[in-house]
């Protein structure tokens, strides 16, 4: 093995990339046209443009054109394809990767708990292919687990259901990282949940089969790192705690779990190497399972993922160990570098993964261009897996995970401290990311304190992404930014402008200031009118939002940032270090890892925005595409009833209507492009005028 194309994208590729050169191995990048100048391109030694990351065919020959004798699938894509991994087997190529067999066992959830049920791991009682399980205490063994080959009908799962009792989690057969999962509360949601479930998981695996598994009370979710060679070592390279999670996507793991002892630490890494032994397994990977907080003892198999994981670098942490490393050994036919007894970990180790999403908007998925960047490289026990860089194009053809920051300290507190210090170093302008969000989860007293489970982050993310006074003072050094008439251009570089001060939109005349410049805004939370009088560049500005008091504010460039990029901005008598970056259609700020984006309101000076003023249509809550409309024009509709459903990066959104009314028009049809805010339906409120309705979405995470 001397060349190893890399067929994925974004952070995982570079970090592929890496350790193939740490190897003396040479490195072949694929890409598809828009991203021809990403970051992970440029990382590897050769790149093949090939047209899609989906397309086997064209892997393989960007393969055999660059000379490549290997093939690394990192993680998502084709890396869970059996098919796939068995034509690059039969094209003569190493597969860097499971054996096909292994993957497609693994790949099927309801085959998988029959395996590993018979290898005397526990299971969560569910639905398999043919009926319910049994009504046994969970974790009893393997009841309902039998043989069947066809899917059950959603009119089974329903009569299911009600054997296993609610709540259920509904999941998809095929795949995993939380695509198509939904926790059902009551029989009367299963038949609609099952329908959008079976649409999600057919768009992401090509495949609708569900199953049903009984929800476990105050769930965590804690995994172990698996690793067998092709000589027969199977080991397990400590666990990982996985509890902090939004719509079943993983957003903050580490290393180890804080919830088990280690008699159970013990128990839990000897089932997962008889899980990897059940199915024959080689290289790298993980057995996930499912612990009630109110029995840490005890503990159910959900899934094994056959590839390297996104939080594998927790693991790497506290090992020392290179996993991808230890990934290219196997596939050459090295045996396991060490035995169970000489792996050792040593302190904690937390990540945070950093997604292109809104937290204001009920998370949908962002796009747009990275305009300004600053990420916390070179601090003490911090590690950054990223592919960002700016200028680079975030839509939402690909999944929103943007970069991971990763923190080791000797203990938890330490590691939770360092990493929310480089989450608050860290800045990106230009695409709106859960950064800001992830500093306050892990801050929040029931994270420090390690009282984790699944349902945490929906439980308090409503209070973590409340307006605050961050918010107002974001609104006026908006207005510092658009009055002192830094870089006008709008092009986020040169030096700060010099104007005349006849140019300036504060009413300045020679006599004084005669009347406030007053910029309509539209905030995270809705629209803002920012009234400034005077020059904040030179100290004397007086700044107002919505009317409220005026306060004094000064902002200067800071000397020794990329000219005019971050000011020094002083409020109430306090400097604090702000980003800023000027764009056609919005203006942003932002400091200690939060971000702000305002939209520049073309409505009447000093007035609200017309868009909230007058009547208005259903807004789409992100960019993506319509996948189903589940109304028509001269419709009755109630509050809460679905409208129309978007899907962006896999994640789909359901538009519901805030108000009863008649739906007047419907402006857009199944596999409809649309951009963020624009109209897809428009509600005539009972007894009033058209409603802006709620655009909260209750979609599933990718």
């Known amino acids: ?17 890496r350790s193939v050169a740490a190897r003396g191995l040479r490195s072949v990048a694929v890409y598809t046209p828009d991203d021809a100048a990403a970051v992970h391109v440029r990382a590897a030694d050769v790149a093949v443009a090939v047209p899609s990351y989906l397309d086997p065919g064209a892997l393989l020959a960007a393969a055999r054109a660059a000379g490549a004798d290997a093939v690394h699938p990192g993680y998502g894509f084709l ?6 991994a068995r034509a690059v087997v039969d094209a003569g190529l190493v597969w860097i990767g499971p054996p096909p067999d292994a993957v497609e066992l693994m790949g099927d959830k309801i085959r998988a708990k029959r395996a590993v049920a018979a290898a005397g791991v526990p299971v969560v009682p569910g639905t398999d292919h043919t009926g319910p399980a049994g ?96 000589h027969g070592a199977v080991v397990h390279l400590g666990d990982r705690e996985c509890s902090l999670q939004r719509r079943h996507q993983k957003i903050v793991e580490e290393s180890p779990s804080p919830l088990l002892d280690q008699a159970t630490r013990d128990r839990i890494g000897e089932a997962a190497v008889a899980v990897a032994r059940s199915c024959g397994y080689v290289g790298a990977g993980t057995v996930e399972f499912i612990v009630s907080a109110d029995q840490p003892d005890r503990f159910f198999f959900l899934e094994m993922n056959t590839r390297l994981q996104v939080e594998h670098p927790v693991t790497e942490a506290v090992t020392g160990i290179d996993l991808v490393d230890w990934q290219l050994r196997v596939a050459a036919g090295e045996p396991l570098p060490l035995r169970q007894d000489q ?89 709106t990311t859960n950064v800001g969000f992830l500093v306050a989860l892990l801050g929040h007293p029931d994270v420090a304190a390690g009282r984790l489970d699944t349902e945490l982050v929906g439980r308090v993310a409503a209070g973590l992404t409340a307006p605050g006074p961050d918010d107002a003072e974001a609104a006026v050094v908006a207005g510092c930014v658009l009055a002192a008439g830094l870089d006008p251009t709008g092009s986020g570089g040169g030096e700060p402008a010099v104007l005349d001060p006849w140019d300036l939109p504060d009413g300045w005349r020679l006599g004084g200031a005669v009347e406030p410049a007053v910029f309509g805004l539209v905030a995270p939370d809705g629209p803002v009118a920012v009234a400034v009088c005077g020059r904040p560049a030179a100290g004397g500005a007086s700044v107002s939002v919505d009317g409220g008091p005026p306060v004094a504010v000064a902002a200067l460039p800071v000397p020794t940032a990329p000219a005019g990029r971050d ?15 000027v764009g056609p259609d919005a203006v942003w700020v932002g ?68 108000v009863a009314g008649t739906v007047k028009e419907v402006l857009v049809h199944d596999g409809d492009a649309v951009a963020l805010d624009q109209p897809l339906a428009v509600v005539d409120r009972d007894g009033g005028d058209p409603a802006i309705t709620d655009r909260d979405g209750d979609g599933v995470g990718a």
């Open 1 to 17: 093995m001397h060349s190893v194309l890399i067929a994925n994208r974004g952070e995982i590729a570079v970090r592929v990339a």
């Open 343 to 431: 792996v050792a970990c040593r302190g904690h180790a937390v990540e945070a993964r950093i997604y292109a999403e809104d937290p204001r908007r009920d998370f949908v998925p962002s796009a747009g261009t990275v305009a300004v960047l600053d990420q916390p490289t070179g601090r003490p026990g911090i590690r950054v897996d990223t592919a960002l860089a700016e200028g680079a194009a975030v839509g939402t053809g690909y999944d929103p995970l943007l970069a991971k920051v990763i923190a080791w300290a000797p203990d938890r507190a330490a590691a939770l401290d360092r990493l929310r210090q480089a989450l608050a170093h860290t800045t990106v302008l230009g695409v």
């Open 135 to 230: 009504d046994g205490p969970a974790g009893d063994g393997p009841a309902g687990i039998g043989p069947g080959d066809a899917g059950l009908t959603d009119d089974q799962l329903v009569a299911a259901a009600d054997a296993i009792g609610f709540p259920v989690l509904v999941k998809p057969s095929a795949g995993g990282g939380g695509k198509g999962m939904r926790r059902v509360d009551r029989p009367d949601d299963l038949p609609a949940a099952l329908a959008a479930a079976r649409r999600e998981a057919a768009g992401a695996f090509g495949d609708d089969t569900l199953l049903l598994e009984r929800w476990v009370p105050r769930p965590r979710h804690v995994e172990v790192q698996v690793f067998a060679d092709t």
């Open 79 to 84: 890396s869970e394809h059996p098919a796939f």
């Open 567 to 581: 000011l020094l901005v002083t409020v109430h008598g306090v400097t604090s270090r702000w980003a800023r970056w």
């Open 591 to 658: 400091r200690a890892g939060r971000a702000w984006r305002f939209g520049l309101d073309r409505g009447p000076a000093g007035g609200r925005s017309s868009r909230a003023a007058a009547a208005g249509p259903v807004a789409s809550p992100m960019p993506g595409t319509v996948v189903a409309v589940h109304v028509a024009a001269g419709d009755r509709v109630a509050a809460g009833q679905p409208l129309v459903a978007v899907e962006a990066m896999k994640m789909e959104h359901v538009v519901r209507a805030d």
